[in-house]
């Protein structure tokens, strides 16, 4: 289905950038349970234009396929991405209508977590040990991590994730990752920048063609100006992500979700970047 253009934000100029790269998380920085609809129309609608202006869509998100499939579905969009990034690192593009995986990418990423995650998995019972016995989380493993940790609540998960992260400290590439009360282990050199830089990548593109919008801890490494010379929050980010985007200039909208989200977009290509 396509929108009106009648909707649009504002004037076309040709003199007016052009992003060839939207790049967005998707849970808090487009879509709200909260909200109706659960992703803005006027939202969808500058993104669908965008794209038919040859702009493409990627979500980046810590979500696995199914999950991620599972919130598209109830969130009834009206639009597609043309590429999704899974677990803060599968890179998958879509292809007359099958998202499919990025290659070699996704293998070398499977491989360079399993060489990665054999080296710790005998000492994972005691660390887990160890996070029980401080703190009250829940504890398991999944095809992602051998740990993954979500605090009772906020307090707890800070526990959890100092205990994480002094671990993981001696162990070369290991990092925690982040969201909220959630928390898994991974390899450094994959997160939501380093996937992101590769469809940069691949595309050909350049940082000036790109936008990027996120609003929690996994957001944060690729809210940063060597991939997009336009980053954005929205208003209900976190602190540690508002202050990332503000330091480098980026914007961050006085409106909350998906709004927030749309409201940067408009900004973003009607003001240079000095302007923002």
């Not at 360079?112 to 660390?127: D, G, Q, R, V, Y």
Request: hydrophobic share 40%; glycine share 4%; proline share 7%.
């Amino acid at each position: 289905m396509h929108f009106q253009n009648s909707w649009y934000p504002f004037n076309r100029s040709k003199r007016m950038p052009k992003p060839k790269l939207i790049v967005t998380d998707f849970d808090g920085t487009v879509f709200s349970e909260f909200t109706t609809p659960p992703v803005p129309f006027v939202l969808q609608n500058l993104i669908q234009i965008f794209q038919s202006e040859g702009a493409q869509w990627v979500i980046a998100t810590g979500r696995d396929m199914s999950s991620l499939m599972e919130i598209l579905g109830r969130a009834q969009l009206l639009i597609e991405p043309d590429w999704i990034v899974l677990v803060e690192r599968e890179i998958y593009h879509r292809v007359n209508g099958r998202f499919l995986p990025l290659e070699p990418w996704n293998t070398k990423c499977t491989e360079t977590h399993a060489t990665l995650f054999s080296k710790i998995a005998h000492e994972i019972p005691t660390l887990a040990k160890q996070i029980q016995t401080n703190c009250k989380a829940t504890i398991y493993s999944d095809a992602y991590s051998p740990l993954c940790i979500i605090g009772s609540d906020l307090e707890q998960a800070e526990i959890a994730f100092q205990l994480m992260q002094s671990f993981a400290s001696k162990v070369p590439n290991l990092t925690v990752v982040r969201n909220d009360v959630y928390m898994r282990f991974a390899h450094a050199d994959y997160n939501k920048g380093t996937a992101v830089q590769q469809i940069i990548s691949t595309l050909k593109l350049h940082p000036s063609e790109v936008f990027i919008a996120g609003d929690h801890l996994n957001d944060i490494p690729m809210l940063d100006l060597k991939y997009a010379r336009w980053i954005a929050a929205p208003a209900n980010a976190v602190p540690a992500v508002k202050s990332t985007v503000l330091a480098q200039g980026g914007y961050v909208s006085p409106n909350p979700y998906g709004l927030g989200t749309y409201e940067a977009l408009t900004r973003c290509f009607t003001h240079s970047p000095h302007n923002m």
